[in-house]
C-alpha cells in the first residue's frame, strides 16, 4: 500500500516569499492533517480536514498559512509570507476516519522547509 | 501548562537493559493515547495505542494511570534499534495533542 506523499521534501527560501507543499493520503482515507514539527518539540496540528471540509484550524496561523483540499482527496498548504520562525518540518498524515479507536494515523516522511 | 509533558531524555542505556520513562497529561477527558516513534529526521511511526489500562507488544509495554494522569514505556531488553525518540499523544475528542518526545540511546 502506498503512504501518504509530500513533495517537495527539501525547501529553503528567502523571509517574506512564499511556498507552498503538497499532500497526497492514502487512498481512501478522508482524515488529511497537517503539522508543523520545529526542532526539538513534538508535532503541532495546522489543520484537519474531514474529506474536504475543515475540522480544526485553531491553530493555523491565518494571516500568513493557507490550506485547501479541494477535492477531498489531496491537499495543500501554502505560506506567504514566510518568516524565519516558520523554519521546521511540514507533516502531512492520514487517517481512515479521524481519530477514534482502530483509525490509525499515518505520517508522510515531511517537507522541510528552512528560511533564511 | 502543555497538555502533554515528557522528559526530554536522552536516556543513555546499555543493550539488553530495561528503561522506562512517563508522559504526563492535562487532559482528564482524553479518551485514549498512542506512543510513536520517531527516527532522527523521518516521521512519527505508530508504535501502540493505549485505550484501557495499557497495552503490551513483544519487548514494549505501556501502562495507564488515570487517577495520575500519567502514561508510561516500558522497553525490555534493549536493542540499537531501539534508538528514538518516542512521542506521546493524547487524544479528546478528535484532537490529537503530541508531547516533545523522549529521546533513548540505547549503546553497544
Known amino acids: 500500500e502506498a503512504g501518504v506523499a509530500q513533495s517537495p521534501r527539501y525547501k529553503i527560501i528567502e523571509k517574506r516569499q512564499s511556498v507552498a507543499f503538497w499532500c497526497n493520503p492514502i487512498?481512501?482515507?478522508?482524515?488529511l492533517y497537517w503539522y508543523q514539527q520545529i526542532l526539538g518539540q513534538g508535532p503541532k496540528l495546522l489543520i484537519q480536514f474531514q474529506n474536504n471540509g475543515v475540522v480544526d484550524d485553531s491553530q493555523l496561523p491565518k494571516d500568513r498559512f493557507s490550506a485547501e483540499r479541494l477535492k477531498g482527496v489531496d491537499s495543500t498548504l501554502k505560506i506567504q509570507p514566510a518568516k524565519l520562525e516558520d523554519s521546521a518540518v511540514y507533516l502531512c498524515?492520514?487517517?481512515?476516519?479521524?481519530?477514534?479507536?482502530?483509525?490509525?494515523?499515518?505520517f508522510g516522511e515531511g517537507s522541510w522547509l528552512t528560511v533564511v | 501548562r502543555k497538555e502533554v509533558e515528557q522528559d526530554p531524555g536522552p536516556f543513555n542505556v546499555p543493550e539488553g537493559a530495561t528503561v522506562a520513562f512517563n508522559c504526563t497529561y492535562s487532559?482528564?477527558?482524553?479518551?485514549?493515547f498512542f506512543w510513536y516513534r520517531q527516527d532522527c529526521r523521518k516521521e512519527p511511526k505508530l508504535l501502540m495505542s493505549v485505550y484501557s489500562s495499557g497495552n503490551e507488544d513483544g519487548r514494549f509495554t505501556a501502562q495507564l494511570n488515570r487517577a495520575s494522569q500519567y502514561i508510561s514505556l516500558l522497553i525490555r531488553d534493549s536493542k540499537l534499534s531501539d534508538s528514538a525518540t518516542y512521542l506521546c499523544v493524547s487524544i479528546n475528542d478528535y484532537k490529537l495533542s503530541f508531547g516533545a518526545g523522549t529521546t533513548v540511546t540505547v549503546r553497544a
Open positions: 498524515a492520514s487517517s481512515l476516519d479521524g481519530t477514534g479507536p482502530g483509525n490509525t494515523i499515518y
Open positions: 487532559n482528564s477527558a482524553s479518551q485514549s
Open positions: 487512498s481512501g482515507h478522508a482524515t
